[in-house]
C-alpha cells in the first residue's frame, strides 16, 4: 500500500452506511480499510483491504491498528470513520439492564477504544502536514430521542458529547472531527432495532403491554417501513467524504429533510408542544 495515498479506515463496513461509505471512498480513488468482524464480507475493490476487529474489544482495536500501521507505513493514516453500531428498542420501563451495556458497549466505549488505538497513525499523518480526520456515525436520535429507542439515543448522545470534547482536544494537531447525524437511513440496522423491539414486545408483561401497547403499535409501525422510507445510504457516503477531505469540514452534517425538520423543531417548539407532537406520531 502507498505510503502517500491517502488512506482511510472504515469500521461497521460490511454493510449499509459503512459499506456505502468504503464504496464511495474508493471510487474516488481513496485507499480503504474495511475493519469488519468478517473478512468475507469486505468490499471487492482494488483500493480496498479489510482487517478483523470487533469495537468491543481493546486489545482487536490495538491489533488493527498495528496491521494498519504497516500497510500505510511512515505517511501514517489519513483518516478514521467510526461506523460500527447496534440499535436496542423498547420501552426503557422493561429494557434488560444487559441490553442498555450492550448498546453502550458498542456505540460508546467501543468508540472510544478505537479511536485511542487509531489517534497515534492521525497524528502522524499530521506531523508530517497532512490534514487527518475523525468521523463519528451518529444520528439525529442525538439531538431527538424518540420514544423506545432510549438505548440507542444515549448512545448517540453520548458520542455527540464525545466528538465535540475530542474535536477541541485535537485542534492543536489540525486533527478534525466531524459528526454525521441523518435520520432514518435505509440500512440493515433498523432491521435489527425492529427484532429488538418485537423481542422485548414477545417478553413483556401483561401490564406492560397495558401501559405501552399501543404506542409500541405505532413505534413498530414506523420501524416497519423505515427502511422503504429511509434516505440512502449514499447520501452519508457523500457527507462522510466531505467531512474527510474539505479544507472546512462540518462539526456536524444533519443529512436528509426529515432530520433537518426534527432538529429545526426541536430547536424552536417549546418542549411541551414537541414532545405532544411526536406524541401524536406514536398512535397504532
Do not use: C
Given at each position: 500500500m502507498s505510503t502517500s495515498a491517502p488512506t482511510v479506515v472504515v469500521t461497521g463496513a460490511s454493510t449499509g452506511i459503512g459499506r456505502a461509505i468504503v464504496e464511495h471512498l474508493a471510487s474516488r480513488d481513496v485507499r480503504v480499510v474495511a475493519a469488519v468482524r468478517d473478512l468475507s464480507t469486505v468490499v471487492d475493490h482494488p483500493l480496498v483491504s479489510g482487517v478483523r476487529l470487533d469495537v468491543t474489544s481493546a486489545d482487536e482495536a490495538r491489533a488493527a491498528a498495528d496491521v494498519v500501521r504497516d500497510r500505510v507505513g511512515p505517511g501514517g493514516l489519513h483518516g478514521l470513520v467510526n461506523n460500527a453500531g447496534i440499535a436496542v428498542?423498547?420501552?426503557?420501563?422493561?429494557?434488560e439492564l444487559d441490553e442498555v451495556r450492550r448498546q453502550l458497549e458498542v456505540n460508546v466505549i467501543g468508540q472510544v477504544g478505537v479511536t485511542q488505538a487509531f489517534l497515534p497513525l492521525l497524528r502522524t499523518r499530521s506531523e508530517g502536514g497532512g490534514r487527518p480526520r475523525i468521523v463519528f456515525t451518529s444520528s439525529i436520535g442525538g439531538t431527538v430521542a424518540a420514544p423506545f429507542?432510549?438505548?440507542?439515543?444515549?448512545?448517540?448522545?453520548?458520542?455527540?458529547?464525545?466528538?465535540?470534547s475530542w474535536r477541541r482536544e485535537l485542534m492543536p494537531w489540525g486533527i478534525g472531527v466531524s459528526t454525521l447525524a441523518p435520520a432514518t437511513v435505509?440500512?440493515?440496522?433498523?432491521?435489527?432495532?425492529?427484532?429488538?423491539?418485537?423481542?422485548?414486545?414477545?417478553s413483556l408483561p401483561p401490564e406492560a403491554r397495558g401501559y405501552y401497547?399501543?404506542?409500541?403499535?405505532?413505534?413498530q409501525k414506523i420501524v416497519a417501513g423505515a427502511e422503504a422510507a429511509g434516505i440512502a445510504p449514499s447520501k452519508v457516503a457523500e457527507a462522510a467524504h466531505h467531512a474527510l477531505f474539505s479544507r472546512r469540514p462540518k462539526a456536524e452534517y444533519v443529512i436528509g429533510t426529515e432530520a433537518k425538520v426534527m432538529a429545526?423543531?426541536?430547536?424552536?417548539?417549546?418542549?411541551?408542544?414537541?414532545?405532544?407532537?411526536?406524541?401524536?406520531?406514536m398512535k397504532a
Amino acid at each position: 500500500m502507498s505510503t502517500s495515498a491517502p488512506t482511510v479506515v472504515v469500521t461497521g463496513a460490511s454493510t449499509g452506511i459503512g459499506r456505502a461509505i468504503v464504496e464511495h471512498l474508493a471510487s474516488r480513488d481513496v485507499r480503504v480499510v474495511a475493519a469488519v468482524r468478517d473478512l468475507s464480507t469486505v468490499v471487492d475493490h482494488p483500493l480496498v483491504s479489510g482487517v478483523r476487529l470487533d469495537v468491543t474489544s481493546a486489545d482487536e482495536a490495538r491489533a488493527a491498528a498495528d496491521v494498519v500501521r504497516d500497510r500505510v507505513g511512515p505517511g501514517g493514516l489519513h483518516g478514521l470513520v467510526n461506523n460500527a453500531g447496534i440499535a436496542v428498542g423498547g420501552p426503557l420501563e422493561f429494557v434488560e439492564l444487559d441490553e442498555v451495556r450492550r448498546q453502550l458497549e458498542v456505540n460508546v466505549i467501543g468508540q472510544v477504544g478505537v479511536t485511542q488505538a487509531f489517534l497515534p497513525l492521525l497524528r502522524t499523518r499530521s506531523e508530517g502536514g497532512g490534514r487527518p480526520r475523525i468521523v463519528f456515525t451518529s444520528s439525529i436520535g442525538g439531538t431527538v430521542a424518540a420514544p423506545f429507542i432510549g438505548p440507542y439515543a444515549a448512545s448517540k448522545h453520548a458520542l455527540n458529547g464525545l466528538a465535540e470534547s475530542w474535536r477541541r482536544e485535537l485542534m492543536p494537531w489540525g486533527i478534525g472531527v466531524s459528526t454525521l447525524a441523518p435520520a432514518t437511513v435505509s440500512t440493515p440496522i433498523w432491521d435489527k432495532a425492529e427484532v429488538d423491539v418485537d423481542a422485548v414486545v414477545e417478553s413483556l408483561p401483561p401490564e406492560a403491554r397495558g401501559y405501552y401497547g399501543e404506542a409500541i403499535a405505532g413505534m413498530q409501525k414506523i420501524v416497519a417501513g423505515a427502511e422503504a422510507a429511509g434516505i440512502a445510504p449514499s447520501k452519508v457516503a457523500e457527507a462522510a467524504h466531505h467531512a474527510l477531505f474539505s479544507r472546512r469540514p462540518k462539526a456536524e452534517y444533519v443529512i436528509g429533510t426529515e432530520a433537518k425538520v426534527m432538529a429545526g423543531a426541536s430547536a424552536v417548539l417549546p418542549f411541551r408542544v414537541f414532545d405532544r407532537l411526536v406524541q401524536s406520531q406514536m398512535k397504532a
